[in-house]
Nanobody, 126 residues
């Protein structure tokens, strides 16, 4: 079991930046990858970004490429999401997720992560 806690959400104006953090605890030695998803009101969950835990290979959803950067600190068991050039359409609850089973990135993009955080609200005003 991996426990995840997100932080760093808030209210920002369009064009601004925010940095989300997700701290993992529990069976962190078994983490194979971590990711970020978001869900806006009335919409489905969307893959934002993910990163392999060992090699640090990043993956991004099309809507955030070039604006968001994912990184991780293995010593702190923490993954970060630096969000720049924020747009009102980035407004959503952002969820952190962890995978310990070595799932494919295709499946992970569809939500194939076993552990989820409670989410943090990001609101971008126009």
């Amino acid at each position: 079991q991996v426990h995840l806690v997100e932080s760093g959400g808030g209210l920002v104006q369009a064009g601004g930046s925010l940095r989300l953090s997700c701290a993992a605890s529990g069976r962190t030695f078994s983490i194979d990858a971590m990711g970020w998803f978001r869900q806006a009101p009335g919409k489905g969950r969307e893959f934002v970004s993910g990163i392999s835990w060992t090699g640090g290979v990043p993956y991004y959803g099309d809507s955030v490429k070039g604006r968001f950067t994912i990184s991780r600190d293995n010593d702190k068991n923490t993954v970060y999401l630096q969000m720049n050039s924020l747009k009102p359409e980035d407004t959503a609850v952002y969820y952190c997720a962890a995978d310990v089973y070595g799932t494919s990135w295709y499946a992970r993009r569809q939500g194939g992560f076993g552990s989820w955080g409670q989410g943090t609200q990001v609101t971008v005003s126009s």
